[in-house]
């Protein structure tokens, strides 16, 4: 079972009678899912984020977070890593199984920084270990969200550059290798054996398809950003 609580602009009512904020369109992308067994400590997390305007979502088990997850899921997973039945690390496990691009921030008892450090290494955005600075927590939390959308639009970047690239011919594709090797028009053709005005033209096709306007920026989709010098001397 979920709650759902977000900034002050609409009510509706849970299961037993209780009455919490409904999250407008404009929180989906601040979210928090607030994952432990304990209801108090929910409870408490949710008013606490819901005291900073930002909208949250409630799991009682790792279980019950597991049976909604979609890849497209917004928002930060605040997960405790000491929970009945799974724990926080078990269900950590299944996420990275299923590929989760959502930032987990896991709250940690002091007993517990060996495996948050852990988890940490496998790929955790950050723990927080109790007890907390209530705004601390909060602003680490919102760090981690910030992570996940730099993460998030990568790999969005990333994906498209690959699509784009499964666009070209196999020679344009070794020409596209030996541009981004830092070869002058000139040094490709020798390599390949093939004329200048060949390259030259290989070369406004790969452009023309990677969207690029110039070297400079064909190579930035590839990670690199010195290409000043290179591209005034081809």
């Avoid at 909208?55 to 929970?83: P, V, Y």
């Avoid at 590929?99 to 290494?121: E, I, N, R, S, Y």
């Avoid at 490709?188 to 690029?212: F, N, Q, Y």
Wanted: glycine share 8%.
């Amino acid at each position: 079972m979920s709650e759902v609580r977000g900034q002050d602009k609409g009510m509706r009512e849970e299961p037993g009678g209780t009455t919490v904020p409904t999250p407008q369109p404009e929180d989906k992308d601040v979210l928090v899912h607030i994952v432990d067994d304990d209801a108090a400590i929910r409870d408490s997390l949710a008013w606490l984020f819901y005291s900073r305007g930002i909208a949250t979502q409630t799991w009682s088990s790792g279980e019950s977070f597991l049976e909604a997850w979609s890849a497209a899921l917004e928002g930060c997973i605040l997960l405790d890593i000491r929970m009945q039945n799974m724990s926080g690390l078990e269900m950590f496990d299944h996420l990275q199984a299923r590929g989760a691009l959502q930032p987990v921030v896991f709250l940690t008892g002091h007993g517990d920084l060996p495996m948050a450090v852990d988890a940490l290494k496998r790929g955790a955005v950050d723990f927080i270990e109790k007890p907390f600075n209530d705004n601390d927590l909060v602003d680490r939390v919102l760090d981690a969200i910030r992570h996940g959308r730099r993460q998030r639009e990568q790999r969005l970047r990333t994906l498209d550059r690959d699509q784009k690239v499964a666009t070209l011919s196999m020679r344009e594709r070794e020409v596209l290798e030996k541009i981004l090797a830092g070869l002058l028009n000139k040094q490709v053709a020798d390599e390949l054996g093939v004329s200048m005005r060949t390259v030259e033209v290989h070369r406004a096709r790969i452009l023309e398809k990677m969207g690029a306007r110039n070297v400079v920026e064909l190579a930035r989709l590839f990670g690199a950003d010195d290409w000043q010098d290179r591209e005034a001397g081809a």
